[in-house]
């Protein structure tokens, strides 16, 4: 007796130090999406109107690092201008955590989210009559959100620094211009510009080039590529146009308010010069596991309620479930 | 760094830049802003000065002693003792003047260059049997008074002798006369006559010469009586003719006062002191009546007679001419009110409407603005200076526009009018935009419509209609107010009017869904389309309908009152004279005096009442009169004026006992009833008659202001036969008929019985007839303020349409692509806003309707019925009265304004191309 109990005093010594022990560890581990700037983790958004409830999202996850120049893919109504409109802090999620830039998303307080609005996010709209104001000159749309900020002292300054972004952009011989007086493609550069206005870390931009024609959506899209080499801006593009997403480094594809699927490219230089460009089109795993197999490898197999895993040394086998094909084989 | 490339900084003046952006809006916004500042600034100044100006011609048309203040103080040798020379001398009366003087303080401002002092005599009889008389054996003898005026060198010119000297001793003075007093009075220069007072002690006046006035109009002249020539005074003589005779003035020299004190009643020195009309202003009456009151018998009286006794300030007129003016511009007050009330809910409507569209054009620039990072604080701010850049200085011009135009004493109710408008103008964009763009949203289709709103505007809309619920029903509850200006009467319709218009807009989609799914199964599509669009909760707030209908509401509380008044008229006309005509006299009239007037043209009937005045109930306090009629006719009379209720004849001839069957007024039957059985005995002309009362009438035509009793001629001579004779006949005639010829009557009555006395109901209307100052000032302030109402509630509903405009566009430029016509379209625009419109007409309508019981304890119409001079009978007709055609008419002219101009802007929209209208990509 005295031994079983002294037995279980220690078995009991040691669960409670090992508990502690696992706490500890659990907690210096880095959390989920340290270091990234865009952390979505269980992004949910629903919207109800009159009785009709909508998932725009339904637990996305999403990391986005600093730097990137992504775009994000997707059918209409799949959910890309919900999840840009929350990332701008236009928009508020129901449920899941999100977080931009050490800014919590779903926590923002009206000085918080004007910070945030102001320093962190800049954004591009695909209408571009709802970018600029149209009673203010380019130069005068670039300088407004600089005063806003007021991080720039000096109006001197600010139309200085005004003029290079839109140098930068390539649209510096339309500073005097008004808005009407621009196409669209010197429009969206415009736009461009005045996102860039405050040096923000996270630029967004929904189908930037949706209503421009080829050559203006190329020029737009040199544009965006320089923001995002020169000045190290991460950049997120929401598209259907197939030319900007097969140039930008990383594609997400979103489908039924979940990220389904990312082609990533790169660019390998081999020993002559020749620059070859690898696709690899990838399915999006998230934290608990989650995978969606893409429509066509589906169909293409019949799988519908269950797969059936095998873990082999370096892959995973699917199968579908099919109990007659199953009954063959294990004959 | 480069040197800087750029000319301008680029750093915005956020003002510049958008009043460079719109400048079309901007002037729009800015002239509305000026009519609204120089209307509100020039209501009140307006009501100012037809008020000042009715003041100052009533108080002119008064004569010079009937506006002055006089101060006088009897001096002679038994009132005062000791030393009475020293108050008659000149600087005696400056000083008391002086004195006087420092009393004076606004808002009663006295003409000082009209001020007129001086010593008189009291009260002397002049017998010199040379003085004439009229008629020349008149009973009574001319009066005489001696005046003596400072500066009388000045004021008069010498025609003959010389101005008198001032010594004489205690018997005998020089005087002088003016010529038409020479002329009436027999008088010359050198001549003499002797004045004598009540004690017979004789004063010899020796006329030294004749003088004629320099300037006879000025004050100096006509303060006192009779200066100028003599006057013949009638003296009443009850039981025969008046007396007259004669009262005349000579002027002495004024040192030479102390003669007067040789006379009994000695000498009165007075100080004339007439009102500056000119400073006279309507709302400084109260304040005026006051110091009025103080000088004549209150602590300024009583300083004054710490001075020295004896003297006393009254004024003979001026109170008499303030109390009823300040009565009527009482009365008038709620009509102004109302109209003024009424437009400022409209114009304020209007520019809360100018700013939500304003709000609602740029709202895609207020949410980029909050999504690129400016606080509210800051939006607002720029907005409040945008606004404030274009409101204030239009104000500012609108409120010196009206100053200049409308001249008037007080300018602080204008100012704050003007500012209360600028304030409104420049703060009502940066609140609605504040609003609409607090929590940044991203974009939504703004071509939504709901099936039913939201339930935060339910609630609101809720609360709203409870208090309004409230403060009506607390009207209704209050009664009959303390008169005058009431400001929740005058908000009364503006209440109502949001009442019904949030009530209305609530309840209408119903009827209309119900209409189009009716009209769904018809083959065309416009029908269905427009009423379906039209049965969704409307997009437009409530502001447009309560505009229209405070306007409507206005519009027809104006005409209730002129109908109100027009009846009142009506209904005291008919109470005093009784009938179409009457002819009455003491006595009886003569037989033939009824057929004679019957045969007057436009008289239809004829019938006699003997009428008996001033009988008593037997130890009973009640006085009535005795009508001895004739039951048939008299019934058809009460049915024709209205004067009673169906007035039972039958009953009247009805029994053959000793008593008599009556019909009395409420108050007498009471005081018969409190005997044995309704009987009681009345005393007649033909002595006692025992009377049963069998029936009540509250009014009767024959006796408008007393108590009566009626009892029918032939019973009467049943029992007392005597009346049959001529003499106990009727004495007065009742003519009802149409159009009675007032000569031909005149005429008729006056060959048969010279006496009597003709009254026509018509004439008697067309004397309340006049309008003073006062109420046709009023009646221009309401009729303008009804028309700026107007305006503005059409303005609103142009604002209106213009909110829809855009989406309006899109919807027909898209229906054009589907294939419906021109005309088709047309009618959609019409249907679509035409359930509005009539719902605007239809609320006024009941809206008006439901204003009139609402008002009528709280408007009182006597005082602009009447005019307040002579009291008038029946005068409890004149209330508040629905009035068909001011209801209808702006009704029906709305409707169809608002379909012309519905119409217009659809055939304007046809015609631009639709490549404008829709692009790809937009997504509303």
């Given at each position: 007796m005295s031994q079983d109990t002294s037995g279980t005093a220690e078995r009991d010594r040691v669960t409670l130090a090992e508990l502690e022990r696992r706490i500890t560890k659990g907690r210096e581990q880095p959390a989920y999406?340290?270091?990234?700037?865009i952390v979505c983790d269980r992004l949910v958004r629903i919207f109800t109107a009159q009785g009709v409830e909508v998932?725009?999202?339904?637990?996305l996850d999403l990391l986005v690092q600093q730097g990137e120049l992504m775009a994000l893919v997707g059918a209409?109504?799949?959910?890309k201008s919900t999840l840009l409109g929350i990332l701008a802090g236009l928009d508020m999620p129901t449920a899941g955590a999100a977080s931009v830039a050490g800014f919590d998303l779903l926590a923002l307080d009206s000085g918080a989210r004007l910070r945030y609005q102001r320093e962190v996010v800049g954004f591009v709209w695909q209408?571009?009559?709802?970018?600029?104001?149209?009673?203010?000159?380019a130069l005068q749309n670039v300088v407004l959100p600089m005063g806003l900020a007021g991080?720039?002292?000096?109006r001197q300054a600010r139309a200085d620094r005004a003029g290079e972004l839109l140098d930068l952009m390539g649209v510096?011989?339309?500073?005097?211009?008004?808005p009407q007086q621009m196409s669209g493609g010197e429009q969206q550069r415009t736009a461009i510009a005045v996102a860039l206005a405050n040096h923000p870390s996270l630029v967004l931009a929904d189908?930037?080039?949706?209503?421009?024609d080829s050559a203006s959506a190329a020029q737009v899209f040199d544009a965006f590529r320089t923001a995002n080499e020169q000045l190290g801006t991460t950049i997120v593009v929401v598209t259907h146009d197939q030319a900007v997403a097969s140039a930008v480094d990383r594609t997400v594809a979103i489908r039924d308010g979940r990220t389904a699927s990312e082609v990533i490219r790169r660019t390998s230089v081999d020993d002559e010069g020749r620059t070859t460009v690898h696709a690899s089109e990838y399915a999006t795993v998230d934290r608990s596991g989650r995978l969606q197999l893409p429509r066509d490898f589906t169909r293409a197999l019949d799988i519908r309620d269950r797969v059936m895993l095998e873990l082999e040394p370096d892959h995973i086998a699917l199968r579908p479930d099919h109990p007659e094909q199953d009954g063959q084989a294990n004959r | 760094m480069a040197e800087p490339r750029f000319r301008h900084s680029g750093d915005v003046s956020w003002i510049r830049a958008r009043l460079r952006a719109a400048p079309g809006g901007t002037l729009a916004c800015a002239a509305l802003v000026l009519v609204t500042a120089f209307l509100a600034a020039a209501l009140p100044r307006a009501v100012d000065g037809y008020e000042d100006t009715a003041l100052r011609e009533t108080v002119s048309r008064a004569s010079l002693p009937g506006r002055s203040v006089t101060m006088s103080l009897q001096v002679s040798r038994l009132s005062v003792?000791?030393?009475?020379e020293a108050l008659l001398t000149s600087t005696s009366l400056r000083e008391t003047e002086a004195q006087f003087q420092k009393l004076v303080?606004?808002?009663?401002?006295?003409e000082r260059d009209q001020t007129v002092y001086g010593v008189r005599s009291v009260d002397t009889v002049a017998t010199d049997p040379g003085l004439p008389r009229i008629?020349?054996?008149?009973l009574l003898p001319p009066k005489g008074t001696l005046v003596a005026q400072p500066d009388l060198a000045a004021n008069t010119r010498l025609v003959e002798g010389r101005l008198p000297h001032p010594r004489g001793d205690d018997r005998s003075v020089e005087a002088v006369i003016t010529d038409r007093t020479a002329k009436v009075m027999k008088l010359r220069a050198g001549s003499a006559f002797h004045l004598e007072d009540a004690v017979g002690s004789v004063m010899t006046v020796r006329v030294t010469g004749i003088v004629a006035p320099?300037?006879?109009?000025?004050?100096w002249w006509n303060?006192?009586?009779?200066?100028?020539k003599p006057r013949l005074v009638s003296l009443a003589n009850p039981g025969g003719d008046p007396n007259p005779y004669w009262h005349f003035t000579a002027l002495i020299d004024?040192?030479?006062?102390?003669?007067?004190?040789?006379?009994?009643?000695g000498a009165l020195a007075y100080w004339h002191h007439p009102a500056d009309i000119d400073a006279l202003t309507a709302h400084d009456v109260p304040a005026l009546r006051d110091r009025l009151a103080a000088l004549t018998a209150g602590p300024a009286a009583a300083r004054l007679q710490a001075q020295q006794r004896d003297l006393r300030v009254e004024e003979q007129g001026l109170s008499k001419l303030l109390g009823p003016f300040a009565d009527e511009r009482t009365a008038a007050q709620p009509l102004v009110l109302v109209a003024a009330v009424g437009m400022s809910a409209v114009a304020m409507v209007v520019l809360l409407m100018a700013a939500g569209l304003s709000a609602a054009r740029r709202r895609n620039e207020f949410i980029l603005l909050r999504a690129r990072g400016i606080s509210l604080g800051a939006l607002t701010g720029r907005l409040l200076a945008e606004g404030a850049v274009v409101a204030v200085p239009s104000a500012a011009a609108g409120l010196a526009l009206a100053l200049f135009l409308l001249p008037a004493e007080r300018a602080a109710v204008a100012v704050w009018s003007a500012a209360t408008v600028a304030v409104v103008a420049t703060v009502s964009l940066p609140l609605r935009a504040a609003a609409t763009a607090r929590r940044p949203r991203s974009q939504q289709r703004e071509d939504i419509v709901a099936t039913r709103p939201s339930r935060r505007r339910t609630v609101a809309e809720l609360t709203l209609v409870a208090l309004v619920a409230g403060a009506v029903v607390a009207l209704r509850q209050r009664?009959?107010?303390?008169?005058?200006?009431?400001l929740l009467t005058a908000a009364a319709p503006v209440l109502l009017a949001v009442v019904c218009a949030l009530v209305l807009l609530r309840l209408y989609p119903w009827p209309v869904r119900l209409l189009a799914r009716s009209f769904a199964?018809?083959?065309?599509a416009v029908l269905h389309l427009g009423l379906a669009r039209a049965g969704r909760?409307?997009?437009?707030?409530a502001l447009p309908l309560l505009a229209v209908l405070v306007s409507l509401t206005v519009t027809s509380f104006g005409g209730s009152v002129l109908a109100g008044v027009e009846s009142g008229r009506d209904h005291a006309a008919v109470t005093a004279v009784g009938a179409d005509a009457r002819v009455q006299t003491d006595g009886a009239l003569p037989q033939k005096l009824a057929s004679q007037v019957r045969k007057?043209?436009?008289?239809?009937e004829v019938t006699g009442v003997r009428v008996d005045p001033g009988q008593q109930v037997m130890n009973a306090g009640t006085s009535f009169d005795l009508l001895v009629v004739d039951p048939e006719p008299y019934a058809r009379l009460v049915a024709v004026t209205?004067?009673?209720?169906?007035?039972?004849?039958g009953k009247l001839d009805?029994?053959?006992?000793?008593a008599i069957p009556a019909i009395a007024s409420p108050l007498v039957a009471r005081t018969f009833k409190?005997?044995?059985?309704?009987l009681g005995s009345v005393r007649s002309s033909v002595g006692q008659v025992m009377v049963r009362i069998v029936g009540t009438q509250d009014a009767t035509p024959a006796s408008p202001d007393h108590e009566f009793l009626i009892v029918s001629k032939n019973a009467l001579a049943r029992v007392a036969?005597?009346?049959?004779e001529p003499a106990h006949g009727p004495s007065t005639l009742y003519a009802t008929g149409t159009g009675i010829d007032a000569r031909a009557l005149r005429a008729a009555v006056s060959k048969a019985a010279p006496k009597a006395l003709v009254m026509l109901r018509t004439e008697q209307r067309a004397s309340y007839g006049t309008t003073s100052a006062l109420q046709s000032g009023t009646r221009h302030v309401y009729l303008v303020a009804v028309a700026a109402g107007a305006g503005y509630s059409v303005l609103a509903l142009l604002l209106s349409l213009l909110h829809n405009a855009p989406q309006r566009k899109a919807l027909l430029a898209r229906l054009r692509t589907m294939g419906m016509t021109g005309r088709q379209r047309q009618w959609l625009a019409v249907l679509e806003m035409l359930p509005q419109v009539l719902l605007g007409a239809f609320g006024g309508i009941l809206v008006a309707l439901a204003e009139v019981p609402l008002l009528r304890q709280g408007v009182d119409l006597t005082a602009l019925a009447f005019s307040a001079a002579e009291p008038v009978t029946g005068?409890?007709?004149?209330v508040l009265r629905t009035d068909p055609p001011s209801l209808l008419l702006p009704s029906a002219a709305l409707v169809v304004l608002a379909c012309a101009v519905l119409a217009v802007q659809a055939r304007l929209t046809g015609?631009?191309?639709e490549g404008t209208e829709l692009r790809m990509g937009e997504r509303s």
């Open positions: 999406g340290h270091g990234a700037l998932q725009a999202l339904q637990g209409s109504g799949s959910g209408q571009t009559s709802r970018n600029l104001l149209p009673y203010l000159t991080r720039v002292k000096g510096g011989y339309c500073a005097d211009r008004r189908e930037p080039t949706g209503q421009l | 003792p000791f030393d009475p303080r606004p808002p009663l401002a006295l008629p020349s054996d008149a320099r300037t006879p109009a000025v004050a303060a006192e009586p009779d200066l100028r004024d040192n030479a006062t102390n003669v007067l004190l040789g006379l009994q009643d009664g009959t107010a303390d008169g005058g200006a009431d199964r018809l083959n065309g909760a409307p997009s437009t707030t007057v043209p436009g008289v239809r209205g004067l009673g209720s169906s007035f039972p004849a009805a029994g053959a006992s000793r409190h005997r044995v059985g309704d036969p005597a009346t049959r005068a409890s007709g004149a015609r631009r191309g």
